[in-house]
């Protein structure tokens, strides 16, 4: 007995020490992430002389806020950026989920004697691309949706990648499910509805912030498609604003003393805690889902 308690103490000793370390490695590593952030948001609120000459640091040099001054010069403009992205992310994410977990749920089941073959299809889409020339034909020319924001909502709607998620996600979920649905008389969708789609909490976190993040980082589809409307979405009103910051600074090479001044380090900083700053927040919630989500759906079979 005296022997078994000295060697129980000894692995509480030993489980003690790897605790300790495990936390002090994981408190380091979340420093270490955390400090490119604070570094931009530092560097946003320095001058540009002072970032030029000391480069970036923790706390700010010359407080200025002259970029976010530049970045809300036309704050209607820049507030209808936000109320659109913030609609096509919300839109985006609420219909994006209910159709990946009704995909993911027909591709799942044993009974659909073709889901293979679908699933081909979905796979086979992220090896080759058509490419942007037909992409762009067939959403100007044979939809109409040019200056249309269907054009930004539409392509991220569903992602065979996060398809594919679903599907390996649902393999947690047991058929007898669906059969226990089909004896008491329900359908299909009442089945999805009533019994899947709740159980699917986990999945949905993950597929949901892949899907948020996706509309609201989208700024490429509103440069090709959405050219002449007065409200962008945020990414590329923001994209829009570094450019010509820098097209002004080039413009005026010959002017040494406006050039000093003119913020473009300093303004993409500022652009990036305004794209990055609302959508952070929204990982909080949903990271307790997310990891679940990530371990089961990685399974492969």
């Known amino acids: 007995m005296a022997a078994g308690g000295v060697i129980q103490v000894r692995k509480d000793r030993v489980s003690g020490i790897v605790t300790v370390f495990a936390y002090v490695f994981v408190s380091v590593l979340a420093i270490v992430c955390l400090v490119p952030f604070v570094m931009m948001v530092s560097a946003s609120f320095s001058s540009e002389a002072a970032v030029s000459k000391f480069g970036v640091s923790l706390l700010p040099r010359e407080f200025s806020v002259e970029t976010y001054k530049l970045a809300f010069r036309s704050p209607k403009i820049l507030l209808g950026s936000y109320g659109v992205t913030i609609a096509l992310t919300v839109c985006g994410t609420i219909t994006g989920l209910f159709l990946i977990a009704m995909t993911g749920y027909a591709l799942y089941r044993p009974d659909f004697f073709i889901r293979n073959k679908i699933s081909f299809f979905f796979y086979f889409t992220t090896l080759f691309s058509a490419g942007l020339a037909p992409s762009y034909i067939w959403m100007t020319r044979y939809l109409n949706l040019k200056n249309n924001y269907l054009a930004v909502f539409l ?5 065979p990648w996060l398809i594919i998620l679903m599907r390996n996600f649902m393999k947690s979920i047991p058929f007898e499910i669906t059969e226990s649905g089909k004896i008491d008389g329900a359908g299909d969708f009442r089945i999805f509805v009533s019994l899947i789609f709740p159980m699917l909490k986990p999945a949905l976190a993950t597929v949901g912030l892949f899907l948020a993040l996706s509309y609201w980082n989208e700024w490429y589809n509103a440069m090709l498609y959405l050219p002449d409307l007065d409200y962008k979405p945020l990414q590329y009103f923001l994209y829009k604003i570094v450019n010509e910051a820098a097209a002004l600074r080039q413009s005026m090479a010959g002017a040494n003393v406006v050039m000093r001044t003119l ?39």
């Open 155 to 159: 392509p991220l709607l569903m992602s």
């Open 263 to 301: 913020p473009t380090t300093t303004l993409k900083m500022a652009t990036a805690v305004l794209a990055t700053g609302p959508i952070i927040l929204l990982y909080p919630f949903v990271q307790k889902y997310f990891i679940s989500g990530i371990t089961i759906g990685a399974v492969k079979g």
